[in-house]
């Protein structure tokens, strides 16, 4: 089992830079592959972006392409969100997730694939 804490939200200007953070704990951290999802208010629960378990393989959705980066560190058990150039459209709360199966680029979107959540952080980007 995996427990997931999300920190690095705030308030940022658009055109602004955030880095997210998503510690874990347990001794498996490396056994998971990881993701971060968001969800905006009065909207489902979407996906961002996913890494493999090694770091070798990384997905993202359309609409963060070219501005979001996600890599981990397995010897920090920390995954990270780094988005550059923000957008209002990107405000929600950001969530990191675990899932204990292989993530490719035909699941890693798919909510029902990943086993542990973090609570979420906030993530404000003002116009």
């Known amino acids: 089992q995996v427990q997931l804490v999300e920190s690095g939200g705030g308030l940022v200007q658009a055109g602004g830079s955030l880095r997210l953070s998503c510690a874990a704990s347990g001794r498996t951290f490396s056994t998971y592959a990881m993701g971060w999802f968001r969800q905006a208010p009065g909207k489902e629960r979407e996906s961002v972006a996913a890494?493999?378990?090694?770091?070798?393989?990384?997905y993202y959705a359309d609409s963060v392409k070219g501005r979001f980066t996600i890599s981990r560190d397995n010897a920090k058990k920390t995954v990270y969100l780094q988005m550059n150039s923000l957008k209002p459209d990107d405000t929600a709360v950001y969530f990191c997730?675990?899932?204990?199966?292989?993530?490719?680029?035909?699941?890693?979107?798919?909510?029902?694939?990943?086993?542990?959540w973090g609570q979420g952080t906030q993530v404000t980007v003002s116009s």
């Open positions: 997730a675990a899932s204990i199966r292989s993530l490719y680029s035909g699941n890693y979107y798919n909510r029902r694939e990943y086993d542990y």
């Open positions: 890494i493999s378990r090694s770091g070798g393989n990384t």
